[in-house]
Structure formats: C-alpha cells, structure tokens
C-alpha cells in the first residue's frame, strides 16, 4: 500500500493529515460492513466525528448549567471575581474549573472537528476528481478554490 502524507494550510494554519494505521480484530470488519454500511475508513471518520459531537454537547451543557446557576456568564464570573467574593468556598471554585475546562473543551472540540471536516473534504475531492500524485495546474486551482493549498499528493487513487 502507498503511503503519502497530504498537507493543506490557509492563510491562517498549516494542517498536516498523515494516515494512522490501526489493527483491529476481523470481527470489526463485519461491524462496518452490516451494521454501520460503510468502510473501515469512512466507518471510523464518522465514530470518531460523533464521539466529538458528542463531548462537545457535553461540554455545552456543562457551560449553559453553570451560566444559568451564576447568572451570568465566564467572563462576567471572572470579572466580578465570584470565587474570591465567595471566600473561596470548595463549590465556587469547582465550578469555576468546570467552567473553563467546558469552554476549553468547547473550543478545542470545534478545532478539530474543522481539522476532520477539512479532510474530508479534501478526501473527496481527491476520489472525485481521481487526482493521485501531485495535483495538475489546473486540480491545483480547482482546490484552491475551494480553500485547500495543496503542497503535497492525494493519497491513494479511490
């Protein structure tokens, strides 16, 4: 099996998306095909894109209890210096650590769903326009167009 490394940046980022080889028991392989209907591939893109989502709601929650029990929301709580008006009571300043673990995680989760978002979309176009190897001229344009500045290959014919 060919193996190369795709990498696409804007203006913003570099992103560098390399393949992980993962060895699970054949009995996964019947798991993709009859019950999720898909590839091992693609299967394991959409496990890993919900289990986010779902940490994400998580966390989401996590936020909107802790704004709704304050008042207010982690800016203002800061702000307003709560834990220290409080005198540091133990739920003030567990609240506040779950507070911004939850808005860490808000805004860590959503990066890499973007990461994973990109590559897919990169992946597709590759299998869509068959490109293998490095993009012509002309695939080059198509993808930049489309917000990917290719620097390297597609990785595999589809």
């Known amino acids: ?5 795709i990498t696409t ?3 913003k980022e570099l992103v560098i998306l390399m393949p992980i080889a993962v060895n699970l028991p054949s009995k996964f392989k019947t798991v993709y095909t009859n019950i999720l209907k898909t590839t091992p591939r693609e299967g394991t893109i959409k496990l890993i894109t919900n289990e986010l ?11 909107k209890k802790l704004d709704k029990k304050y008042g207010m929301s982690f800016e ?4 307003n210096e709560v834990v220290k008006r409080e005198n540091y009571s133990f739920e003030v300043e567990g609240d506040y650590c779950d507070w911004e673990l939850a808005i ?8 890499e769903i973007q990461n994973i978002e990109k590559y897919i979309s990169y992946w597709f176009w590759c299998r869509a326009n068959h490109a293998v190897g490095k993009p012509s001229k002309k695939q080059y ?3 930049r167009g489309v917000g990917f500045e290719p620097t390297n290959s597609c990785e595999t014919r589809p």
């Open 9 to 11: 940046h804007t203006k």
């Open 76 to 79: 203002e709580f800061k702000r």
């Open 104 to 111: 860490d995680g808000i805004t860590t989760i959503k990066k």
């Open 53 to 63: 989502k779902r940490q994400l709601l998580e966390y989401k929650l996590i936020e």
């Open 141 to 143: 344009n198509l993808m």
């Open 1 to 5: 099996m060919r193996r190369t490394f």
